[in-house]
């Protein structure tokens, strides 16, 4: 885990390192974006599991740099300067810069060739759409958080630091399926992410995500999501009395790579969130029209096809996630391709792992229920389950130059 | 109530009722269609309240006959013969009868003028779209029991004769503010309609019916409603710990007319029961994205005038019901008119009660999120709280000839 991307040497006092690639954590199920108990310390009402997506075909990009010639923090997402002033940046920058202020304090020889009182210069990518719902703040948060530690030296977990950006990003910290326990101290102390099965557990499963055409948000995730913890009843009693039972049973699933059952309980647990959402007051929804015709399509698959096939499984954003084994993906994209024809670029309707073409039967034909709707799915990026944070040790690929400034094509 | 509407006098054996123009009964709240405990009794896991709105602007009207000339028992809905054999009108009319042959061995002088053998010919007609979702069985089914009752002279409650047609039908039988309590029997006795208020008590409430724009259903709502029950556990957790509180507290906000507090508890138990069918599994979703875009601009226009003015509710389909106050409803057919344009026929898109034509202001405009989306909402139907059954005495609108036929026109 020792990073070696160091590549301020011209410049003597950057310390860079290079942008560990990190994955997409897509929350599979149970997991509540906004169900927070603190919602300063970002702990959540309950315990959450989550896929971490393959980084061939999501990843996000992060290099952080340290130099006594910086005069303030800043940080570059997709080549676009933010505020780094933003509260939840700045939690995570306290924090990482506590830990390495802990370390520095209680071990002999430290070897950090910088002052912590150095300003950092961080610049971020993601080769995804960022505004497509796609959870580009947990693997963003997550990979700042890993980055910021390997420049910081900081070896202790990084759950609270990546939690302090987003709470979902403490899963994307590793790899495989991944567990957030939600702890039970008031400090959070115990609210962090551990693996529950490694990336090549379950070879077969494949992963589709179903990118719906944008069309405005009709609520604001971050405005509706601490209202759900103060207003919805449905909330609390699935926190307390439904979703421990399920995650112990999704665990068995995984663990059993029994896909029936892994299946139904993700939809169910899907759908039990956005009822929770509903619940809210004001209600948030996520889902539109084209959501719950792709859920349709799911059923109708698996109903003729007398057995769960496939499951669907919705974040914070009308896109879909499906889930999926190696054998059926053919013939489901063909399912998908026949509801929601692609408008215009038809060859770009697929992204992500190669899918053969199959043919669709007569048969399943009919029993699709849903009436043909061009270009409400815009494509389908076709995945797998993923490792954790890489570190990329080429200078080229880093983001930031010797003079810490995004690069030109970066 | 004693009803002198028989026209079968030409025939002698013709019996024959004029029919109560019934209301409409439509859920304000509480109520869960098809949240069943018993699925043959009809008996709800929970009670609930609903309104009755005004036969001016939506009824039904049902003409009863009785005849020993008749070979069989038929029925004829706005004009086409229906199948006399499905089961909810099997056990409605089994249980008149029953109700009939009680009396008949209780009561001495039974005046009936035919046996309780005869066969019975019943029509019935809707003065607004039966496909449209808007309660139209509730409404039928009442009406039918009602109708059913004055010709063979029962006197009994007739929630159970209701009921056994369309569970939320015995709501129907009252006008005003009427609730169905659950009952706690298990032969379902106690499960019967009473008034809350009646329809003078709170003359400035207005209702607004906004139809929007009729697409497949993607779920039937009669596949789906057991299903709930027997699947979703916010369902059964919503029935017993959260429904008991909101019933009295309903109660109160009618008593006391407190707008805010009744329209806040409407928009919040929609909202519940909507959660409640996405929890079902396979899911249910009545509501579709217009559906959604209603909710905002509701929420828009209370946040703008900083006070709960207008409250929506959903039924078991995409069209939603408005509370308001009369001096606020000209304001909202505006804002509605704003964000929802008419495609065509504008001068349609109003109907039922008068509404003065008022200016939207800029400020309101401004804060209506919602993109307009034309011909989204079809029309709008603005009426009020209405009476119960009314019995109609002139055979001029009976809709049987004196054969016991449709008339030409009905």
Request: hydrophobic share 35%; aromatic share 6%; net charge negative.
């Given at each position: 885990m020792r990073c070696c991307g160091r590549s301020g040497a011209t410049m003597g006092s950057i310390s860079q390192k290079g942008g560990p690639g990190n994955s997409l954590a897509?929350?599979?199920?149970?997991?509540?974006?906004?169900?927070?108990?603190?919602?300063?310390?970002?702990?959540?009402?309950?315990?959450?599991?989550?896929?971490?997506?393959?980084?061939?075909?999501?990843?996000?990009?992060?290099?952080?740099?340290?130099?006594?010639?910086?005069?303030?923090?800043?940080?570059?997402?997709?080549?676009?300067?933010?505020?780094v002033g933003q509260p939840r940046l700045q939690a995570c920058l306290r924090e990482i810069r506590r830990l390495a202020r802990k370390r520095r304090n209680t071990q002999d020889g430290d070897s950090l060739p910088f002052s912590l009182s150095h300003k950092v210069h961080v610049a971020s990518v993601n080769n995804f759409p960022t505004a497509a719902g796609l959870a580009s703040s947990a693997a963003g948060y997550a990979c700042l958080a890993y980055t910021l530690a390997q420049v910081y030296g900081v070896e202790s977990d990084l759950s609270e630091v990546a939690r302090r950006g987003s709470g979902s990003a403490c899963r994307s910290l590793y790899g495989g399926f991944v567990e957030w326990q939600m702890g039970e101290q008031a400090d959070g102390k115990d609210s962090v992410a551990r693996q529950v099965a490694p990336e090549l557990h379950w070879p077969e499963l494949r992963v589709l995500i179903l990118v719906v055409s944008a069309e405005k948000k009709l609520t604001s995730s971050t405005v509706g999501m601490q209202t759900s913890v103060e207003t919805s009843p449905l909330l609390r009693f699935r926190a307390t009395s439904v979703v421990p039972a399920r995650m112990a049973e999704m665990m068995r699933c995984i663990e059993e790579r029994d896909f029936q059952g892994f299946a139904q309980l993700?939809?169910?647990?899907?759908?039990?969130?956005?009822?929770?959402?509903?619940?809210?007051?004001?209600?948030?929804?996520?889902?539109?029209?084209?959501?719950?015709?792709?859920?349709?399509?799911?059923?109708?698959?698996?109903?003729?096809?007398?057995?769960?096939k496939v499951a669907y499984t919705f974040d914070a954003g009308p896109n879909a996630v499906i889930f999926t084994l190696d054998d059926t993906v053919a013939e489901f994209v063909a399912a998908v391709r026949h509801s929601f024809p692609p408008e215009a670029n038809g060859d770009k309707f697929?992204?992500?792992?190669?899918?053969?073409?199959?043919?669709?039967?007569?048969?399943?034909?009919?029993?699709?229920?849903?009436?043909?709707?061009?270009?409400?799915?815009?494509?389908?990026?076709?995945?797998?389950?993923?490792?954790?944070?890489?570190?990329?040790?080429?200078?080229?690929?880093?983001l930031l130059g010797p003079d810490g400034l995004p690069k030109p094509d970066a």
């Open positions: 897509w929350r599979l199920c149970l997991s509540i974006p906004g169900g927070k108990r603190d919602e300063d310390l970002i702990l959540p009402i309950n315990s959450s599991l989550s896929v971490t997506l393959h980084q061939d075909q999501l990843k996000t990009t992060t290099t952080v740099a340290i130099s006594k010639d910086f005069a303030e923090d800043r940080i570059w997402l997709n080549g676009r300067e933010e505020d993700t939809m169910k647990d899907s759908n039990q969130f956005h009822a929770t959402c509903l619940d809210t007051f004001p209600p948030i929804s996520y889902l539109n029209d084209t959501s719950r015709r792709i859920i349709q399509l799911v059923h109708c698959f698996n109903t003729h096809h007398g057995r769960t697929l992204k992500g792992l190669q899918v053969r073409p199959a043919p669709l039967s007569d048969e399943l034909k009919a029993v699709l229920a849903v009436e043909p709707t061009p270009g409400s799915v815009r494509y389908i990026i076709a995945t797998q389950v993923g490792p954790g944070p890489q570190i990329l040790d080429d200078p080229n690929v880093h």
